[in-house]
């Protein structure tokens, strides 16, 4: 157990439609990671934030938006879904004091989009 | 433009032998390399890392090697163990101002009894 909480597990929808997908670190870690994996490929980074505010953006599309609260959950919101986004994202904290090499990563949400 | 690489998707080997897992990047700019090995309906797990200033790190049963000219890294697991058997992803970090990570694609290990 990495101590990444990730909710929900699994999530099925219809192309359109918006989901959230959130993500609780370990206790302390101020970072939090986004990744997007999709069928048969590497873990693709979505974006960073560090202590409540943005610190990396990656390949994530518009229709895509995250942020990190002050209890320092996060949620990842995605919007206008289509086929393809149909993926696994993972979630990952790391750190303190700033953020450290190593990265712990949730279980992950499995979105299928039909 | 894939920065980091797993050429092989797969790899089988004999329980007790080495298993040899290997990574090529580009960018000359990482200054930290993890792998990670991923079962099934679970996250990634972290085993084992190694700072571009080093050539060697090893923990246990795994070692990393960094070739900084050919730009080439590569995991040794010995002894294997079916326990092992996963998909094994190697990740870089740019270091700087963000911790973000750049993975291959992973490669399947099967370790066989």
């Known amino acids: 157990d990495s101590g990444v909480t990730q909710t929900p597990k699994h999530l099925i929808t219809a192309t359109g439609q918006r989901v959230t997908l959130r993500c609780s670190p370990r206790s302390g870690d101020l970072s939090v990671y986004w990744y997007q994996q999709s069928l048969d490929q590497g873990l693709q980074f979505l974006i960073q934030?560090?202590?409540?505010?943005?610190?990396a953006k990656g390949n994530i599309l518009e229709r895509f938006s995250a942020q990190q609260f002050p209890d320092l959950h996060s949620e990842l919101n995605l919007s206008s879904l289509e086929l393809g986004d149909s993926a696994l994202y993972f979630c990952a904290s790391s750190g303190p004091p700033v953020w450290g090499i190593e990265q712990f990563f949730g279980p992950g949400t499995r979105l299928t989009v039909l | 433009d894939q920065q980091v690489k797993q050429n092989s998707p797969s790899l089988s080997v004999q329980e007790g032998r080495i298993s040899i897992l290997n990574c090529d990047y580009t960018?000359?700019?990482?200054?930290?390399f993890l792998w990670y090995k991923k079962y099934p309906a679970e996250g990634p797990t972290f085993l084992i890392s190694?700072?571009?200033?080093?050539d060697k790190n090893e923990d246990g049963r795994f070692t990393v090697f960094l070739n900084k000219s050919a730009k080439h890294l590569s995991l040794h697991i010995v002894p294997s163990q079916p326990g092992d058997s996963a998909v094994y992803f190697c990740a870089a970090s740019e270091g700087g101002n963000t911790g973000k990570l750049i993975f291959g694609q992973g490669t399947t290990l099967q370790v066989k009894p």
């Open positions: 934030y560090y202590n409540g505010e943005e610190r």
């Open positions: 960018n000359s700019m990482f200054d930290y």
């Open positions: 190694i700072s571009s200033i080093k």
